[in-house]
């Protein structure tokens, strides 16, 4: 794939580009100042943070105290912090104030953890109206965290619209997601056993290739043995004895060289901002585990010329323009187009996703067609 735009690596580029995605596209969201990391003090994204049990200190909002992560096994806010030093302010976190309570109470606690943040998340949104939202949990607050992302994703939740959602990161996650079944998420990392809690079966909808489970291998929290057994007291006496794995998130790679914290830094900084015409594009094309598109590359951008949108993924980009909506294009069709100037040249924006023709696919421009043959592999204008 060609480079020529390449990604936002700069933590001052992300900034502005965490700005910029305020203005979305196809006008369902207003407009930001391309300078400005936040408008009228409300940021680009929020991202709600859900401690595990007993390693809640009170905190309501508040930056979360270095003595605090430094003694916690694993905090959320190791991350988030990450994130919001590196854009600014456009990215910017609160940590959920619930009981985060152990034992038989856990059952209330979660309850609570998940009226809480629904209560924030729709308070945010009725006063930042163009923002977005994400949410992170650990351990007990994973299990809050996926329980709202659920309702979120079957309109459960007044005042939040599933688009409003950008991503959900569960880890250690003890609720049963049944992974065979579609819509419950994409796992980052192996995992052979289960949670030992019902699975959510409403599922995560349309927002499931934005919500992404973590489990290390070992953890019995999330990757308990499958077996006979009341869930419940295998839970509670999970509790009782965590495993190493359990606590270990912020170590443990997830991906070649990269720990859990760090893949979700690298999401919310680099990789996560995929919204409006654009997120919908993709996400219909299958999100990050789609056939050929893969994870995003950069944020979303503005086109040199003012008229578009563009995001570039690992296997092509999306382009979106008011008049012709977000398509996809990609291989050496995406080649032929950049080599003739890309949206900026007479074959302008695309107009249709690449699509099957006898002996080869296309793709519709405003300007024309490009069609590739599988016999010459040559691409051809018409």
Not at 86 to 107: E, K, L, S, V
Not at 161 to 170: D, G, N, R
Not at 282 to 299: E, R
Not at 359 to 365: K, L
């Amino acid at each position: 794939m060609k480079t020529a735009r390449s990604p936002l690596r700069t933590a001052a580029a992300a900034a502005v580009a965490a700005a910029a995605v305020v203005a979305g596209v196809g006008g369902s969201l207003l407009t930001a100042p391309a300078a400005s990391a936040a408008v009228n003090d409300c940021p680009a994204v929020r991202i709600f943070n859900l401690e595990g049990t007993f390693a809640f200190d009170g905190f309501h909002g508040a930056p979360v105290p270095p003595d605090f992560i430094a003694d916690a096994p694993f905090a959320p806010s190791r991350a988030l912090i990450g994130i919001s030093e590196a854009t600014h302010g456009a990215i910017d976190h609160y940590t959920i104030n619930y009981p985060a309570a152990g034992g038989f109470p856990i059952f209330a606690s979660e309850r609570a953890g998940v009226d809480e943040t629904q209560r924030q998340a729709a308070s945010f949104l009725g006063r930042c109206g163009s923002s977005h939202i994400a949410l992170l949990g650990y351990s007990q607050g994973a299990w809050a965290a996926g329980d709202v992302a659920t309702d979120i994703a079957n309109n459960k939740v007044p005042g939040v619209t599933p688009e409003k959602l950008v991503a959900s990161f569960l880890v250690g996650d003890p609720v049963n997601r049944a992974t065979q079944q579609p819509g419950f998420g994409t796992e980052i990392g192996p995992r052979t056993g289960v949670g030992p809690l019902t699975t959510r079966f409403a599922g995560f909808g349309a927002n499931s290739p934005t919500t992404f489970e973590f489990c290390n291998p070992g953890d019995n929290v999330c990757d308990a043995p499958p077996g006979p057994g009341p869930a419940m007291w295998q839970y509670l006496g999970t509790l009782a004895q965590p495993s190493p794995a359990h606590t270990q998130y912020d170590s443990v790679q997830v991906a070649p060289g990269t720990s859990t914290v760090q893949w979700i830094r690298n999401y919310g900084t680099a990789d996560g901002r995929v919204i409006g015409a654009i997120r919908a594009e993709w996400l219909s094309l299958g999100g990050p585990t789609g056939f050929f598109l893969g994870a995003p590359l950069t944020n979303e951008l503005t086109t040199p010329g003012g008229v578009g949108r563009y995001t570039h993924f690992q296997g092509g980009s999306i382009y979106y323009s008011p008049a012709t909506g977000a398509h996809e294009v990609h291989g050496a069709i995406r080649d032929a187009w950049t080599a003739q100037g890309w949206e900026a040249g007479s074959l302008g924006f695309p107009v249709s996703d690449e699509y099957a023709v006898p002996g080869g696919r296309a793709s519709a421009f405003q300007g024309g067609t490009l069609t590739y043959s599988f016999v010459t592999g040559q691409v051809t204008r018409s």
